[in-house]
């Protein structure tokens, strides 16, 4: 079992930042990838970023994030951040951190967090 804790949502103003942070635990053995989903009410969820470690850290974007949020991940401490510049009102919504896991035997699972509220103001 891997447990994803989130932490950094909150409330900015538009063109203001934010830091998003997950920190995996638990029986880890290997994260294949890392990222941040989100999704805004009555829509579906969508994927944010993700940093793909098996790939050897390449990260993909939604579009509608590309040039305003970065992800990185720190390996030693199995976490991963998403740092949100020139926030948009349409950037609110309740974001999801997901792990994808493998462990020694067996195939790839996917984890996520508990989700964390990020309202932006216009």
């Known amino acids: 079992q891997v447990q994803l804790v989130e932490s950094g949502g909150g409330l900015a103003q538009a063109g203001g930042s934010l830091t998003l942070s997950c920190a995996a635990s638990?029986?880890?053995?290997?994260?294949?990838?890392m990222g941040w989903y989100r999704q805004a009410p009555g829509k579906q969820r969508e994927l944010v970023a993700v940093i793909i470690s098996s790939s050897g850290g390449v990260t993909n974007y939604a579009d509608s994030v590309k040039g305003r949020f970065t992800i990185s991940r720190d390996n030693a401490k199995n976490t991963v951040y998403l740092q949100m510049n020139s926030l948009k009102p349409e950037d609110t919504a309740v974001y999801y951190c997901?792990?994808?896991?493998?462990?020694?035997?067996?195939?790839?699972?996917?984890?996520w967090g508990q989700g964390t509220q990020v309202t932006v103001s216009s």
């Open positions: 638990g029986s880890i053995f290997r994260l294949n990838a």
């Open positions: 997901n792990a994808l896991h493998q462990g020694i035997i067996g195939p790839e699972y996917n984890y």
